[in-house]
């Protein structure tokens, strides 16, 4: 054993008690905390780095948000991902923050690692997992489910050593965010029927604040992956982060789910996610033009194994590779621009063009010139055939029967 422990560190309750714990009793001479930047408020990042400071960690804060939005992001919104109808945020954000937590152990030389999760959840799964698949002889160290710990022995034990805890006193929701979206959750929330306080939304104004100005928005797609704004090029966290405002502040996003967990447990979810909306609609939109019948009906079947797959976290799974062989062949065409109308939470599809469409104004036409409609005859006397034999069959025994 090197002494060293690399903790998985968002600066929160649970992840500083894990500072002093992985020396008292665990024995660790050295904490690496990692935190990596998925598109959290600055403040808590800066928060977590104080923190560690105060408790005398070897700190590194990993600026993950690029990489985030272009490889898990948009890897998702290729997928149409999504989990019991909201877009997955949380769970696409851990295989990356247990990556950065293994490059970090790699470069110090540290093989062991702790996390904060607790035995609930379905965080220990994706991040353990990820660790593992990156450094098969791991150890991974989870005091919070290890010891079983409540929140009042944390505070308590965190008084007693020194670990900062002022802002968690404050907080009365647990809050996990990424620039996919924003997830909270805890205190009367967990109360399936108790309606969401206002104070909890961040990134999105309610129905009433939104602006009273219908806004148009026209989102530009390259293979799969929104490129512009309104005709503006933009890279893909910025994007994000632009469309975020914009979608936030006409009040779209906002998600009040039953989940449930890997575990079988239910739980009350509430969820921002304005640009992760209306992507995916902006995308389904464009699918819709482009893929044909046979490749969209077959697509919702991969796009939900692979939605399965990212809930989980199993990001390293040969089967996501597959199935991404064929989501990605498929995004080949998509490509063009959508507009859409957002009003009042609403986000609408207005319009939709593609040098892939398979449209033909002229086919589709009530004036067409080129369709025959006569060549159609045929093929509807046949339509529905077996179905008519059976039915006269069906007709003819029950006559038989009761003439008998
Ligand atoms: N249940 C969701 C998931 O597993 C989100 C959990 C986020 N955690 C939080 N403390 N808000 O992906």
Redesign the pocket.
Known sequence: MSGKVVLVYSGGLDTSICIPMMKEEYGYTEVITVTVDVGQPQADIDQAEEKAKIMKTTHFTVDAKEEFTRDFCFASLKANGE?QGYP????IARPIIAKKAVEIAKKVGATAFAHGCTGK???QYRIEYTIRAMMPDAVIHAPIREKNLTRTWEIEYAQKHGVPIQQSLNKIW???ENLWGR????GRLEEPNFAPPEEIFMWTKSQENASNTRQALTVSFEKGVPVALNGEKMGPSKLVIALNKIAGDNGIGRIDVM?D?MLGLK?R?NYECPASTVLLKAHGAIEALVLTRDELRFKKTIDQEWSKLA?EGLWWDPFKDDLEAFINKTQERVTGDVRLSLYKGAVTVTGRESKWALYSEDLASFDTTTFDQRESTGSVKMFGLQARMFLSLQEKLATEKTSK
């Open positions: 989990y997955m945020s949380t769970s959840g379905n965080d647990s809050i996990d997830s909270i959750e805890g989940e967990r739980v979810e809930y």
